[in-house]
């Protein structure tokens, strides 16, 4: 017990570390935001389709993952060029500990921002969505957003051209969620939710990419 208790501190003051640093810079939720809202701003004002369901549903999650991949590579490259990820990789802390409270950091950056992006939807395109359902989705596909993106980004930190291959490698992976999220999306919109599996295998494919991100930490972080 004291042990776990040790690990929820690690991981908090980690987690905390990352959120003082952004409330000071804000870098990574103008970046999110600005870019989000530019396409969805874009799309409402040049197509003439925009009052279909299926087309809201798609070009949100679309403009949201795009906007979220770059606020990702935002804060991870922040910590590398602060040389703050060498000092926890150096210290005495589980590399899992280190993955977790990364994840947990994006994970809030991404659903911050998703809210904001959320009620400027609702403005421009007129989409009433603040109901209980759509929430969830958008919470379990940013968990998978924020676990896939750490990951992806982690595996390309010492490669040149990281900020291309990251998102080349994230866009095919997070496809799953995408498609869950657009039909759910469109099935919320309609009032009548009929494949509530997509729920479960966005969980599941949660799940599966923080096993993961687990497992291979340790080879991510090596020197």
């Known amino acids: 017990m004291k042990n776990l208790s040790k ?3 690690i991981i908090k003051l980690i987690v905390l570390k990352d959120l003082i640093e952004e409330l000071k810079s804000k870098e990574i939720f103008v970046s999110i935001i ?3 809202v530019l396409v969805l701003v874009v799309v409402a004002t040049t197509s003439s389709v925009n009052n279909s369901p299926e087309f809201f549903a798609t070009i949100f999650w679309i403009s949201l993952s795009f906007s979220i991949i770059l606020g990702i590579n935002k804060s991870m490259s922040k910590e590398f060029e602060n040389k703050g990820i060498e000092f926890l990789i150096t210290s005495p802390i589980d590399k899992e500990l280190i993955m977790i409270a990364k994840f947990i950091s994006n994970l809030i950056f ?3 921002s998703s809210f904001f992006i ?3 939807n609702n403005v421009i395109l007129n989409y009433d969505l603040f109901e209980l359902s759509f929430f969830l989705l958008v919470m379990i596909i940013n968990i998978g957003f924020s ?5 992806t980004y982690l595996l390309f930190s010492k490669v040149r051209g990281k900020e291309i291959l990251s998102p080349m490698l994230f866009i095919p992976l997070i496809t799953p969620l995408l498609m869950g999220g657009s039909v759910l999306t469109n099935q919320i919109l309609e009032n009548n939710i009929k494949n509530i599996s997509w729920f479960g295998l966005i969980i599941g494919y949660d799940l599966l990419f923080l096993l993961i991100g687990l497992i291979i930490s340790n080879i991510i972080f090596e020197e």
Do not use: C, D, E
């Not at 676990?147 to 990951?151: A, C, H, K, L, Y």
């Open 7 to 9: 690990m929820f501190l």
């Open 34 to 36: 600005s870019y989000s």
């Open 110 to 112: 991404i659903i911050f």
């Open 118 to 120: 959320l009620l400027f």
């Open 147 to 151: 676990i896939v993106g750490t990951i």
